[in-house]
Nanobody, 116 residues
Framework: VQLQASGGGLVRAGGSLRLSCAVSASIFSLDAMAWYRQAPGRQRDLVASIRSGRTTTYADSVKGRFTISRDSANGTLCLQMNSLKPEDTGVYYC???????????WGQGTLVTVSS
């Protein structure tokens, strides 16, 4: 599985960004798709995930501000980020769990920087 994330950049606090991740595999062959974030000096943490039944999960810190979605026709995973805060800064990675697999497969990450 190959993943290509895009859409990161520099934005002021309160602004919005939309991240996209192109997935080489059929979305219907995936058990889960997710966005993780890694801030400088910290571990990679879950931001949002969507499972094959379309159940979504969000980190408490982003609930009400971020929305995860997938486009089956285009094989794309998206993350709409609104009301961004400086603490949202980090490298955002898209990841997928293919059916039958026991781990995430990762893309290369896209940097999001939110200035105060």
């Amino acid at each position: 599985v190959q993943l290509q994330a895009s859409g990161g950049g520099l934005v002021r606090a309160g602004g919005s960004l939309r991240l996209s991740c192109a997935v080489s595999a059929s979305i219907f062959s995936l058990d889960a798709m997710a966005w993780y974030r890694q801030a400088p000096g910290r571990q990679r943490d879950l931001v949002a995930s969507i499972r094959s039944g379309r159940t979504t999960t969000y980190a408490d810190s982003v609930k009400g501000r971020f929305t995860i979605s997938r486009d089956s026709a285009n094989g794309t995973l998206c993350l709409q980020m609104n009301s961004l805060k400086p603490e949202d800064t980090g490298v955002y990675y898209c990841g997928v769990v293919p059916t039958g697999a026991s781990r995430y497969y990762w893309g290369q990450g896209t940097l999001v920087t939110v200035s105060s």
